[in-house]
């Protein structure tokens, strides 16, 4: 390949989504009702997404047309470039070849907007008028936000108080695209109420977030709720990456032999692997990893078994690797990624070992991302550190082995925005730390009692 | 057009930096050394410049050829993709095409690397270990980082203290691409000492810095001095970013009625608009604007005369468009672009009227900023909402006089490190600011007594 980047014109933009649901050889395991114990019918998911949404969560249909405004809008930063990282590879001085994906082209930065942007367009296409989310350090709220904007549809946020009291960039890019930004517990919710009366100084969490967005999205009938993760949805949204990724690499006639990307919820990693997992489950030779905190390894250390979506326990029982729905990260870690669940559809790949997990601690991550930056220059997000230091594992494996090996990661974002993380790297603010076995004992009691997959 | 950007591949990026001092009909006023007044000699600018550069600086040529080994660190961001902005032209409702060069696709996130690259390699050609610099914000500064790793050269920052305290991220991007980085005025520089002396408080300026970068460069044989804007190879450099846009746009059968820049030193400006000025001298018609903060008016307020480049007047007198060296804009400001002078070839076209300049209030830039985040999506460099405050105007006006136009303007950055601005402005806290008539009298005090230009 002579060229740094590959690029392709609009005309290679995918015009449907691809669902790996449609190619499992085993099917996933079902959701279940808390209640009833039974998988939950669309109804169940009505008060909080709109039933086109619920429809796409549940379809089994194998390619999905994209519509013509999504495409419209994706074409604001899609096809994103794909990379040759050639000075990375002589900084590792291995026999490898490594592509990335530069999902950091779009506005809010990231990957996220694959999805809020098709999130955003059913909402508006079923009469929402008003959607509730949360947000963690903000890439979600911030990607939904700019979808919002664009379909004219009013958006609150519910973003963890620590963060955005600690990080107000994207607080303030929220703003800028015309959401309304609260730093949760609030007042304005029972859930957050709750928490404040017990702690009135409560730093927040995802959990609670989420509580608090999903009780005011049932509220009312123009009013819906939006995850930026986890769900089948979410991951069928984000199969453009992959998908657009095999057309460039075909366009230069090369195929990849590992493909990476980190993993928090999974949508990001999924959206890059699913499409290459398709010819995995049709024969193709691939590894595929998943990378992931030591701080978090919901993957490599968590059961696999049924468990919510959120700390309140107001979503359906997932079939996931879990740490418990009590789980939160210690404050220590710095890299993203926190999330105490994975996508079930991840989820169903590691179980069935189409996709390999792997735990990095954050001073590996972000000496790969200081090495990323130095060579590619680039910046990256503290999550995309995670896949970085895979790749660099893989390539130093290769280097020993004598093997040659071509590598394709997904560079989800960049870390513009979260420069204090690199801050603490570069002053030794930071340390390892790997979860020890007694907190992941303690957070799994929260799932004690729930149903088991069959 | 039906794409919304035009990417071309790389074997587009031209090969040769173009020099409008080849095609101007009048001759540029030559600087003068202030000791001598005499145009300075190659070996004045030794101590401070590598000679290479000196020479580029003095080049009367007008094509320069671009070195392999720069063209090859262009490629990790160029060619810059051209949008089509087809979502703000809705917004707007006005009879006009608008077509924006994204210069913010660059590591650091903006037009700033393509002369910091390009001054890392020839200083690294030219022996050179180390480079002192002063960075306000940090754009330049973060640039220069990025392009010093890559060319394995140390790097020492004088950063403007008061930017240094309330900006960090620019800092720890710096960091992060392995430079070091000084709160201006140091204990470490006789120049800093002395002011700290007046004032343990200070909080700096551009002028206390570049005299700190300046005061060290000169004291080792090995170390030299870099500057991001207003000299003549530094608007060379740029001149990739209209050499790219032409082809572009010739790719696509079209050509701009009205080209505009937003101008502080002039370097993106000038990138963009000069290569079309070639144009515009061969007869073409073309209107060409330098959009300029109220609060900094240097090209619509300012006299024409020689001046120095800095607070302390070690550089030579530049025969430039002025508000006095000692000049700096109001705390109130937060559009950036804070420099008392402008470059001498932007100068110069102004004075020649190949160019108009236009000031612009930072309540209506911020404004615009706004409306472009919410049509486009991309969140602007403050200094780039300057450019677009006057693209809208020229459009609202293209509609009351029902013509058609094509407008072409620089996005030269990206405002992701910048959001405390826009928190400034969507919480009330600016309001409107125009440099007090008095204000210009007594910094143009400054001046008196310095040569007149012929």
Tied chains: 1, 2.
Excluded at 2 to 22: C, M, R, V
Excluded at 40 to 48: G, L, M, N, S
Excluded at 174 to 181: F, L, N, P, S, Y
Excluded at 411 to 422: E, K, N, Q, R
């Amino acid at each position: 390949m002579a060229d740094k980047k590959i690029f392709l014109g609009e005309e290679f933009l995918p015009t449907q989504w691809y669902n790996l649901n449609a190619d499992f050889p085993n099917p996933m395991p079902p959701p279940l009702h808390p209640g009833t114990g039974k998988p939950p019918t669309p109804e169940d998911f009505a008060p909080i997404f709109p039933m086109n949404l619920v429809e796409q969560e549940m379809t089994p249909d194998r390619w999905v047309d994209i519509p013509e405004e999504v495409l419209g809008v994706y074409k604001i930063w899609r096809p994103t470039p794909l990379y040759r990282a050639d000075r990375l590879e002589k900084a590792l001085d291995a026999p490898v070849k490594i592509y990335f994906k530069n999902e950091g082209v779009s506005p809010p930065g990231s990957h996220k907007p694959n999805t809020a942007v098709a999130q955003a367009y059913y909402n508006k296409a079923f009469g929402v008028k008003r959607i509730m989310t949360e947000t963690g350090a903000g890439q979600w709220g911030s990607a939904l936000a700019f979808a919002c904007q664009i379909f004219e549809i009013e958006l609150k946020v519910f973003m963890v108080r620590v963060s955005f009291d600690q990080k107000p960039y994207r607080r303030i890019m929220m703003e800028t695209w015309g959401a309304e930004c609260f730093p949760s517990p609030t007042n304005t919710t029972e859930a957050g109420r709750k928490i404040l009366e017990m702690n009135p100084d409560s730093p927040g969490s995802l959990g609670i977030a989420i509580s608090e967005a999903v009780e005011l999205a049932v509220k009312r009938e123009d009013t819906r709720y939006a995850l930026g993760s986890v769900l089948n949805h979410v991951m069928l949204h984000q199969s453009v990456i992959g998908l657009e990724t095999k057309r460039q690499l075909e366009a230069i006639g090369d195929y990849p032999d590992v493909i990476i990307g980190c993993a928090g919820g999974g949508s990001n990693f999924a959206g890059l692997a699913f499409p290459f997992i398709a010819d995995k489950i049709a024969g193709k030779e691939i590894q595929i990893i998943a990378a992931e905190p030591t701080s978090c390894p919901t993957l490599t250390r968590g059961p696999y078994a049924y468990d919510f979506g959120d700390t309140n326990q107001t979503t359906p029982l997932l079939p996931m690797y879990t740490l418990g729905h009590d789980f939160i990260p210690a404050p220590i870690h710095a890299g993203g990624l926190r999330y105490h669940g994975m996508a079930p559809m991840v989820s169903h790949c590691v179980r069935e070992k189409l996709v390999e997990a792997r735990p990095y601690d954050q001073m590996e991550t972000f000496e790969a991302g200081i090495t990323f930056a130095r060579s590619e220059g680039f910046i990256s997000a503290p999550e995309t550190c995670h896949a970085i230091a895979s790749v660099i594992e893989v390539a130093k494996q290769a280097k020993e082995e004598g093997k040659e090996k071509t590598i394709l990661f997904n560079w989800s974002g960049h870390g513009l925005v979260d420069m204090a993380s690199y801050d603490a790297y570069l002053s030794n603010k930071l340390q390892p730390y790997s979860l020890p076995d007694e907190e992941i004992a303690r957070a799994l009691k929260a799932i004690e009692g729930l149903p088991k997959i069959a």
